[in-house]
């Protein structure tokens, strides 16, 4: 653990006897006692509070909102700039080969935006963004201030006996709300599948909120183990695994994050990295796809298992991406990615464990129902 980082929450963690391991450069809480399938089925049914103060926090300011979000527009191919006031949207860093720097969600605050990246990803994320918008607008990274995700269908109830406006929040809403004495930005929000919320709070008053929170009838803390499982059944993309540099958003499935003021024909149509690269693929079509994939048995296909199609001799279509056992499914669940013909809902495939090729069928996402506050 030497030279690893710590979020403010690190000693509530060893407290409440978290099993602590390296992740993207910080000592993070793998599980708790309770356990990383007790901890899945705790978020599934009731609430679960996780740290993910490791994240980065930045702010981008300027003269005016038009500023702010024209500029953000030349590094990603969502719609900034029709951002209603205190809404989010989820994005992506493009590269000019139209590939996923990163992934990451925005938010309108005022004349400014509120950006949270990946944990791995951001010292790379905010010198791209101040090399690019700088000195016209400040790039500021929130070094002093935690992040608290409180996810599960028991969320609403639970954040709001800190605050009841958090009731009336709509999915990708952000609001300032008073939690115990302590203003937090807060967004409706997730990355489980779950309704939720995700708490900016300043460092110094992260541990006594998330306490508050804790002591609140039917929240459990949850560490990365369940975070991982969860967010594998709710069919969403971890960066480095299931996207990166190489990865073009057509074949992940993506398109939906792209709106269509930014598309060929659309109102301010490209001016991003790799627009051209991204719309001849959505043009076009692609090669290979994201996919589900249910394994038969019990016996999970994890990360780098190579895929091959049905045919006799059987020839090599993908890999999997992302793969465990999903607590709510009961069983094996993975993603990963295979030529597009193969691609359809109840292709029959092949997975290779140990020398041994095992049956599995491709299958829709995600393999949980999203349960986000419309």
Known sequence: MNGLKRTPLYDLHVELGAKMVPFAGYEMPVQYPMGVMKEHLQTRQQVGLFDVSHMGQVLISGPSWESVAQAFESLVPMDVLGLEEDRQRYGFFT??????????MFARRGAGLFVVVNAACKEADIARMRAA?????SVTELADRALIALQGPGAEVALSKLDPRAAGMRFMDVADLDLGGVTAWVSRSGYTGEDGYEIS???????????????????????LGARDSLRLEAGLCLYGHDIGPDTNPVEAA??????????????????????????????????????GLLPEGRAPMREGVALFDAEEGG?????????????SVGGPVAM??????????????????????????VTKLPFVAANFKR
């Open 315 to 327: 020839k090599l279509i993908g890999l999997v991406t992302s793969g465990g056992f999903g607590p």
């Open 133 to 137: 918008l700088e000195p016209d607008l």
């Open 201 to 223: 709070v300043a460092a110094d008053a992260a541990a006594a909120l998330t306490r508050a929170l804790l002591d609140v009838d039917g929240v459990e803390p949850i560490g």
């Open 336 to 361: 990963g990615y295979v030529t597009a013909d193969l691609a359809a809902a109840g292709t029959a495939i092949w997975g290779e464990v140990r020398g041994k090729r095992l049956p599995l069928t």
């Open 95 to 104: 590269n000019d080969a139209g590939g996923i720097e990163d992934d990451l």
């Open 254 to 291: 993506l398109t939906w994050a792209i709106q269509k003021v930014r598309r060929a024909g659309g109102d301010r149509a490209g001016g991003f990295p790799g627009a051209d690269v991204i719309f001849d693929a959505l043009a076009e079509g692609v090669q290979r796809k994201r996919v």
